[in-house]
């Protein structure tokens, strides 16, 4: 036997062994089930875990108590009647107190990154709103990110339901933070969100293979990456090409390794090209993305009464990362397009007279730009001093296209085995779906896929679960070709309401904004899925 059948083996074996430790040691519960969680009420409810085979398992809830055994596979399940909204009150398993439980409403909520995008990210549009904002009886769990191809996981990574508390709030999604906020002050019950999302990814990913069994291509490419030491071999390889990809970057870039670094105070630029911002030319090399790192700088005058105090510097959205330098100090970074640059500037950094911001802007292979309509600004005793127009700019190290990843979480059946299949024994009211920007490239099937993603889902969690998909939000420049697919996708997210004649579309198209995927407004929609929720509910 070689070394690496060998060390296989002894892996093997000490996972067989930890498993069988955990399930003799102790009776474990769904990671669900934990203090702070929500039951949903007027459905009966299953409560399980997993314990040693034949273990008995005592169980209270309320005024409910049982008994039951764990079957062969060492799966122990509880069955309770329907209960009234209610609580807190305590669970107890074998001894093993769960406290603060609540019975209200569930909502199931998955998607992509409109779906996951946080409340921190939309403040600039809500902050009056949400600041000193608190709501106990609001709780939220988030489910950790997960895909496999072989089969559907038994369980997900535990992680807490977490109460609408300032502390909280900022990392809850914005649109589940508005929709559990306004669905708890219409029906004055627990609202309980459980968020499957993962930014980017497509519908098929969310499908189980059943679902998918009229898709025979996404099967099949599904059944490629079953085998987990192929894609950690691949995941391997790609990590080591990225990161020599980004050693080279750095190694070739004059800007960080000159005598003086293109980003000091005094560094003289007075040689470097003059630019405006918005304009291409500069982000071109014949007529082709240059990708790598350009460096930019802009002067700007502070006024006496703003030396020396604390500022805040917006650059907008750029495409793609930022490192960005006040004065010949670094204040922030972002490694990816979409988020907004917001970088703090502390106290003593501005002087008064000519100061200096410089941006090292790394492209990874598409066209480098600031993203027009943003705000691109320094903000200081409440008054603005503006960034836009001229600035001067330099190419640091001219590089190839940043070697390309696979994306394993946009798979078929990945997310569904992996996020989804491990939530069957929960009890949900509804779902709240919010996806299909990664598929309008292939509008034309959504409605199929998603008809089938919506029957798959009804197989795991039962017939009658009622979808609420939430319209995509307007983008791009009314001269843009690309528009015709996004209005071809929402047509086909309507299409596949009507069909499946289970599910409402919420409209939300009038909520973009052209040059942000991610528009700020996420209370609209909540608000439309409230009204929604309650119309075909009641309170």
């Known amino acids: 036997m070689n070394t690496h059948s060998l060390y296989s083996v002894i892996i093997a074996l000490l996972a067989a062994w930890t498993f069988s430790a955990d399930v003799v040691a102790e009776v474990r519960m769904s990671p669900l089930i934990s203090d702070g969680m929500v039951l949903q009420r007027g459905r009966e409810l299953s409560i399980g875990g997993w314990a040693?085979?034949?273990?008995?398992?005592?169980?209270?809830?309320?005024?409910?108590?049982?008994?039951?055994?764990?079957?062969?596979?060492?799966r122990w399940t509880v069955k309770l009647e329907p209960m009234k909204a209610g609580g807190p009150y305590v669970m107890r398993v074998n001894g093993t107190g769960v406290k603060d439980v609540m019975v209200g409403d569930v909502f199931l909520c998955s998607g992509q990154s409109n779906m996951e995008l946080t409340v921190a990210r939309v403040m600039d549009r809500f902050a009056q709103e949400v600041n000193g904002y608190e709501n106990t009886r609001v709780r939220y769990l988030k489910v950790p990110y997960a895909w496999r191809f072989d089969h559907p996981a038994d369980s997900i990574r535990r992680e807490p339901w977490k109460a609408m508390t300032e502390d909280n709030v900022p990392g809850f999604s914005a649109l589940c933070y508005f929709f559990g906020r306004l669905m708890q002050e219409r029906t004055g019950v627990a609202v309980g969100i459980v968020n499957a999302s993962w930014g980017g990814t497509p519908v098929e990913a969310w499908t189980g293979e059943e679902g998918l069994k009229d898709f025979p291509e996404y099967i099949n490419l599904k059944s490629m990456y079953e085998d987990r030491s192929l894609t950690d071999g691949i995941l391997r390889m790609e990590r080591a090409r990225q990161a020599s990809w980004s050693r080279q970057l750095y190694a070739a870039d004059p800007g960080m390794h000159d005598a003086e670094p293109w980003y000091a105070a005094g560094m003289d630029d007075s040689g470097w090209d003059k630019v405006d911002m918005f304009a291409s030319d500069w982000a071109l090399r014949c007529g082709r993305p240059a990708a790598g790192s350009h460096w930019l700088r802009k002067d700007f005058t502070v006024p006496a009464h703003m030396a020396g105090s604390e500022a805040v510097l917006r650059l907008g959205c750029m495409v793609d990362a930022d490192s960005v330098y006040v004065n010949g100090r670094f204040v922030g970074s972002t490694g990816y397009q979409y988020p907004p640059r917001i970088y703090k500037v502390p106290a003593g950094l501005l002087h008064e007279g000519r100061n200096q911001v410089t941006i090292r802007l790394?492209?990874?292979?598409?066209?480098?730009?600031?993203?027009?309509?943003?705000?691109?600004?320094?903000?200081?005793?409440?008054?603005?001093?503006s960034l836009e127009g001229e600035w001067k700019h330099r190419v640091g190290a001219q590089m190839p296209a940043s070697p390309q990843?696979?994306?394993?979480?946009?798979?078929?059946?990945?997310?569904?085995?992996?996020?989804?299949?491990?939530?069957?024994?929960?009890?949900?009211?509804?779902?709240?779906w919010y996806q299909g920007e990664s598929n309008v490239g292939r509008w034309n099937e959504y409605s199929s896929l998603l008809c089938a993603m919506m029957k798959d889902w009804r197989r795991t969690f039962g017939d009658n679960l009622h979808f609420y998909i939430i319209e995509l939000a307007d983008f791009l420049a009314p001269d843009d070709p690309g528009r015709k697919a996004w209005a071809e996708m929402r047509k086909q997210q309507a299409a596949a309401a009507e069909t499946d004649g289970n599910a409402t579309l919420i409209k939300n198209s009038d909520t973009g904004e052209w040059n942000d995927i991610h528009p700020l407004d996420k209370k609209t929609p909540a608000e439309r899925l409230v009204k929604a929720i309650m119309e075909n509910f009641g309170k």
């Not at 990874?364 to 008054?383: A, D, L, N, T």
């Not at 394993?408 to 949900?428: A, K, S, W």
Request: net charge positive.
């Open 362 to 385: 790394v492209s990874y292979g598409g066209v480098p730009s600031f993203v027009r309509e943003k705000p691109y600004k320094i903000i200081c005793r409440g008054e603005e001093i």
């Open 405 to 432: 990843s696979t994306s394993f979480q946009n798979m078929p059946v990945g997310l569904y085995n992996g996020m989804i299949y491990p939530l069957r024994d929960y009890t949900f009211k509804a779902v709240a």
């Open 52 to 74: 040693a085979p034949g273990e008995k398992i005592s169980f209270s809830l309320a005024d409910r108590k049982c008994e039951v055994r764990a079957g062969a596979d060492g």
